[in-house]
């Protein structure tokens, strides 16, 4: 799947998903959350809960988020 419907599903959708239309967007007023990702080139293993593995050539690394406005970082909260 492209990165950019990667993003679209595990965003806008899914706040479309909890009827919270304030959520997975930028717009103003909006919660003001959002994740620092990055994309890895390499081998990688997948397991789904069924145990059911595929391997796929890149995975995303999650290295930071930013909650309600504030940038947020290992244990790092401000």
Known sequence: MPLPEV??????????ALNRPE???FKPGAAGDASILSVA?????Y?????DTMTGGQKINADAVVVDG?????NTYN
């Open 41 to 45: 080139d390499g081998e990688y293993i």
């Open 7 to 16: 993003i679209e599903r595990s965003t806008i959708n899914a706040a479309k």
């Open 23 to 25: 959520l997975g967007t």
């Open 70 to 74: 504030k940038w947020w970082h290992a």
């Open 47 to 51: 397991e789904d809960v069924t145990g």
